[in-house]
């Protein structure tokens, strides 16, 4: 009988995680999905605001980024990849603004899995990056973009609608912010 009560409590936990699994695979989203509408707070430092082209609105959606495509990258500030990977987001950045083909054209943010504003501060000024983060503390954004791991890289075509056509995914960090931002170029059809 003891047996019996292990076993049914082993296939119930493997059946459980195994759903848990399918689950979440179904809420992957790819290159040609649409991204759901996502609504952040206006950044305070106007610098920030003037390179996203948005207004002194409390909030905005993806859509009102003045650019054709953006680059969204979830991290965590207690993230050792995240932390490690932050000179070369940061390198991006700047190949992107050095670039004439693409500058307006593309652009950065972070936004920050689980962070409350100061942790996302922390992070900014930590690692000295140039683009505007925004704080996620409830895990609201992370679960509409599937609850990815960090870091992670959608490059989203952003559409009149309140959503954005996703280009390209990278899961982890990549090797040169150059061949991420060709890759990036490509599928926006920017060369």
């Not at 076993?7 to 459980?16: K, P, Q, R, S």
Request: hydrophobic residues 40%; glycine residues 6%.
């Amino acid at each position: 009988m003891r047996k019996n009560i292990i076993a049914l409590v082993v296939i119930t936990i493997f059946l459980v995680f195994i759903s848990g699994k399918i689950n979440w695979a179904a809420q992957d989203l790819a290159a040609g999905d649409h991204i759901p509408p996502l609504t952040l707070s206006t950044p305070a430092d106007e610098s920030q605001r003037a390179y996203l082209g948005i207004s002194h609105d409390k909030s905005f959606l993806l859509p009102d980024i003045k650019a054709e495509v953006l680059i969204i990258e979830i991290f965590s500030m207690y993230c050792p990849h995240c932390q490690r990977e932050a000179a070369k987001i940061n390198d991006l950045y700047y190949l992107m603004e050095n670039t004439p083909e693409v500058k307006g054209k593309i652009k950065i943010i972070g936004i920050g899995a689980g962070n409350d504003d100061y942790e996302v501060k922390y992070f900014k000024k930590k690692y000295n990056v140039p683009f505007p983060l925004f704080s996620d503390k409830k895990f609201n954004i992370h679960e509409k973009l599937g609850s990815v791991g960090t870091p992670y890289f959608f490059a989203v075509r952003l559409t009149g609608d309140k959503s954005g056509l996703i280009l390209h995914t990278k899961k982890g960090g990549f090797e040169s912010p150059q061949e991420f931002l060709s890759t990036v170029m490509k599928k926006a059809a920017l060369e």
